[in-house]
């Protein structure tokens, strides 16, 4: 039988004496530690971080180097920073065989702050006593995540590299930190810190190369060697831990014949089965996802959408998928983020995420979210546009008659109307959906423990009361507003007529004021037949009644059809009207249409860029701006923006405002603007705005912006 102990899983595999795989990363530490770079290895337990450590340390006794390996849990969590300190060089002294004790050095420069003296120690003592390159290896750097005074030991190594031109002796002294946390995390003050100076070292799975050397120290006839191989890593995906998890078991117990069904079974019974539940590596795992999680709620939605075939990608800075990473249960493949082996995948399975999920939602945020009055999404409008409206501000419009006047009031009264009542609409089943989930929850908490199911019941039934107040007010509010709705409807009718006939018989007095005199009631400006739009959705509706040339105003009612749809106009189809009259759409405000996964990640994406256009111009940066329109002139951007210093804006993005065809997409939406001049006083602008942009690749760019009021 193969001697299972050469089979390392979990812990260094030099202190074990076991079978050591070299990777690339071996080399690339090797020669960063030999140049004298600045390295840190940051990732997942269990990836074989300290094995690494241990075999680029002896190769740097070969090279002539004296590696330093530093183990911070020696130090302790419970510790001043005066202790924390003098115990690290006390390190540094032992290892190297410095003749300089470093405690009593330490004690006889007080005046000295701590990383002052850290670097003192390093310079005049350890570089003045050892002649060799000197690597200094700090483990388990993620323990400094406790401590509250360590932002100066980071930011004393990357003062030791920038001084490295005026001071060359500097040069011999690397540093190297590892350990399970995130640069962001380590420290937080980004001029400080030393990770944008240095290289990050990755660690990868075992390749099939590379694992194939594993079956040489297993009892196993050669022909079927490359075939073990195989039948772990299908599973594994190459993971350190798991792969030789997986080889000690079948060295340790091999099986009755080296088959792919008796792999499947043994790996079945390691991780799939009841011992899974204590397998350190899946108890990781586990514990990343839901204990230490500071947003458990979002980081399991973000996994439970990649193991679903999400487009997520892996974005440096982003706090959740940065954590994703470091849990180990994804992997980058290509710009993407995918489960990292199918052994995670059928442990964290569907069903695991609906439960954790449920067992990690923030009630209580998720409430207040629901009552809350209905938040608008905020983007931008083309800043040229927004000065023409500026300038424009104040200037009378003399063709508009008194009838113009109260239809536009009548119109403001109807859509404060509406919105209201689409308001009330969305907190009732905001409401009503939410307290559904926290049902459904509560069931799914007292499988796992019934005495906090029976608190959050209490919780629950308290805000049931509540929420079964505010419903009733809702209600009766709504009931109120679908009167006034009606009322506001038929106003609205009225002067639209009205507004039709005056407009007809001013275009015939300005074209002929003599012949308009005597036929009033006859008049001559070009008449349009109303196309029929009902069926349709907004869009397109609004598109084909603005082709005939006629304006158009929106309301959404109550219908089974779906959100967006024309399920009436005023006036009806076929009605002759004057060009540039106006039809009112009575849009369905239904379910949305049905998207598919890949439909809704673009829209998600479209309206990121729209975020982002939005922030680019609050931020007055004509620069971002320019990023994301390439059509918009820097420079002339950048000089109006120096009139203003403040801009803010709102949008309402219609129900089916966003449609996609291929790689182009058209966005149309309500958008509200608040500048804020450093001259003259500029009142808020509404514009009804479309957004085309254009996919290059996965991205999607403006193309260009049309506005009508």
């Given at each position: 039988?193969?001697?299972?102990?050469?089979?390392?899983?979990?812990?260094?595999?030099?202190?074990?004496?076991?079978?050591?795989?070299?990777?690339?990363?071996?080399?690339?530490?090797?020669?960063?530690?030999?140049?004298?770079?600045?390295?840190?290895?940051?990732?997942?337990?269990?990836?074989?971080?300290?094995?690494?450590?241990?075999?680029?340390?002896?190769?740097?006794?070969?090279?002539?180097?004296?590696?330093?390996?530093?183990?911070?849990?020696?130090?302790?969590?419970?510790?001043?920073?005066?202790?924390?300190?003098?115990?690290?060089?006390?390190?540094?002294?032992?290892?190297?065989?410095?003749?300089?004790?470093?405690?009593?050095?330490?004690?006889?420069?007080?005046?000295?702050?701590?990383?002052?003296?850290?670097?003192?120690?390093?310079?005049?003592?350890?570089?003045?006593?050892?002649?060799?390159?000197?690597?200094?290896?700090?483990?388990?750097?993620?323990?400094?995540?406790?401590?509250?005074?360590?932002?100066?030991?980071?930011?004393?190594?990357?003062?030791?590299?920038?001084?490295?031109?005026?001071?060359?002796?500097?040069?011999?002294?690397?540093?190297?930190?590892?350990?399970?946390?995130?640069?962001?995390?380590?420290?937080?003050?980004?001029?400080?810190?030393?990770?944008?100076?240095g290289h990050r070292i990755d660690l990868t799975d075992f390749s099939k190369h590379e694992a194939a050397a594993l079956a040489e120290h297993l009892s196993v006839p050669p022909n079927v060697r490359n075939d073990l191989i195989y039948w772990i890593l299908r599973w594994t995906g190459g993971h350190p831990y798991l792969t030789l998890r997986v080889l000690r078991s079948l060295a340790e117990d091999p099986p009755k014949s080296w088959t792919a069904d008796e792999v499947d079974g043994r790996l079945h019974d390691l991780?799939?089965?009841?011992?899974?539940?204590?397998?350190?590596?899946?108890?990781?795992?586990?514990?990343?996802?839901?204990?230490?999680?500071?947003?458990?709620?979002?980081?399991?939605?973000?996994?439970?959408?990649?193991?679903?075939?999400?487009?997520?990608?892996?974005?440096?800075?982003d706090q959740i998928t940065s954590w994703l990473k470091l849990s180990g249960i994804v992997r980058r493949e290509g710009d993407l983020l995918k489960v990292r082996n199918p052994i995670y995948e059928k442990v964290f399975d569907e069903n695991w995420t609906t439960v954790h999920r449920a067992l990690n939602v923030n009630w209580k945020r998720r409430l207040a979210v629901a009552l809350r009055a209905f938040v608008w999404v905020a983007v931008i409008i083309p800043l040229g546009f927004a000065v023409f409206a500026w300038q424009q501000k104040g200037i009378a419009e003399s063709a508009r008659a008194q009838a113009d006047d109260q239809r536009a009031l009548a119109v403001a009264a109807r859509q404060e109307v509406e919105g209201q009542r689409d308001a009330a609409n969305r907190q009732l089943e905001?409401?009503?959906?939410?307290?559904?989930?926290?049902?459904?929850?509560?069931?799914?908490?007292?499988?796992?423990?019934?005495?906090?199911?029976?608190?959050?019941?209490?919780?629950?039934?308290?805000?049931?009361?509540?929420?079964?107040?505010?419903?009733?007010?809702?209600r009766a509010e709504r009931e109120k507003l679908v009167a006034d709705r009606d009322a506001a409807r038929t106003q609205v009718q009225r002067l639209t007529q009205d507004n039709t006939r005056l407009t007809q018989e001013n275009t015939t007095l300005r074209q002929n004021p003599q012949r308009g005199a005597q036929q009033q009631a006859a008049p001559q400006g070009r008449s349009v037949s109303v196309p029929n739009v009902v069926g349709r959705q907004a869009g397109e509706g609004e598109r084909l009644l603005g082709s005939a040339g006629f304006l158009t105003t929106t309301r959404f009612v109550d219908s089974d059809q779906t959100r967006g749809q024309v399920v009436d106009q005023l006036p009806d189809a076929g009605t002759?009207?004057?060009?540039?009259?106006?039809?009112?759409?009575?849009?369905?405000?239904?379910?949305?249409?049905?998207?598919?996964?890949?439909?809704?990640?673009?829209?998600?994406?479209?309206?990121?860029?729209?975020?982002?256009?939005?922030?680019?111009?609050?931020?007055?940066?004509?620069k971002a701006v320019a990023a994301i329109n390439p059509s918009m002139d820097v420079a002339r951007l950048q000089t109006a923006f120096s009139q203003f210093s403040q801009m803010s804006y709102d949008l309402l993005v219609h129900v089916d405002g966003v449609n996609i065809d291929g790689n182009t997409a058209?966005?149309?939406?309500?958008?509200?603007?608040?500048?804020?001049?450093?001259?003259?006083?500029?009142?808020?602008?509404?514009?009804?705005?479309?957004?085309?942009?254009?996919?290059?690749?996965?991205?999607?760019?403006?193309?260009?912006?049309?506005?009508?009021r």
């Open positions: 039988m193969a001697d299972a102990f050469q089979f390392v899983a979990g812990g260094a595999v030099q202190a074990s004496g076991g079978v050591y795989l070299e990777r690339d990363a071996d080399r690339d530490l090797l020669r960063r530690c030999l140049d004298g770079d600045f390295t840190y290895i940051l990732t997942s337990r269990q990836m074989g971080k300290s094995s690494l450590m241990y075999r680029v340390a002896e190769r740097l006794v070969d090279a002539g180097a004296r590696p330093v390996i530093i183990d911070l849990t020696e130090l302790g969590a419970q510790t001043t920073a005066d202790q924390w300190y003098k115990g690290f060089l006390l390190l540094v002294q032992e290892q190297l065989d410095l003749n300089q004790n470093a405690s009593a050095w330490w004690d006889a420069n007080p005046q000295h702050a701590y990383a002052h003296r850290l670097i003192r120690y390093l310079r005049e003592v350890a570089l003045v006593e050892r002649p060799e390159r000197l690597v200094l290896f700090v483990d388990e750097i993620d323990t400094t995540l406790r401590l509250g005074f360590t932002d100066d030991f980071f930011a004393a190594i990357r003062f030791l590299y920038q001084t490295r031109a005026m001071d060359p002796e500097l040069q011999r002294i690397s540093f190297v930190l590892i350990g399970v946390a995130t640069p962001n995390d380590l420290i937080k003050d980004a001029s400080r810190t030393p990770f944008n100076i991780f799939l089965g009841p011992a899974g539940e204590t397998d350190t590596n899946l108890q990781f795992v586990r514990d990343m996802l839901t204990n230490k999680a500071s947003n458990r709620e979002e980081v399991l939605k973000a996994y439970d959408s990649i193991r679903g075939g999400a487009r997520v990608p892996d974005r440096e800075h905001l409401t009503k959906s939410s307290l559904a989930a926290a049902d459904k929850a509560v069931e799914e908490l007292k499988r796992f423990d019934p005495e906090a199911a029976a608190k959050l019941t209490t919780q629950l039934a308290s805000t049931q009361a509540a929420a079964d107040k505010e419903v009733a007010t809702l002759q009207l004057a060009s540039g009259a106006t039809v009112s759409l009575s849009l369905s405000s239904g379910p949305p249409p049905a998207l598919t996964r890949g439909a809704q990640d673009e829209t998600q994406q479209i309206l990121r860029v729209l975020q982002r256009y939005k922030s680019a111009y609050e931020a007055l940066d004509a058209t966005v149309t939406a309500t958008e509200t603007i608040r500048p804020t001049s450093r001259s003259v006083r500029a009142n808020p602008t509404t514009t009804t705005a479309v957004f085309t942009l254009r996919r290059a690749g996965t991205s999607w760019t403006i193309q260009s912006i049309s506005n009508r």
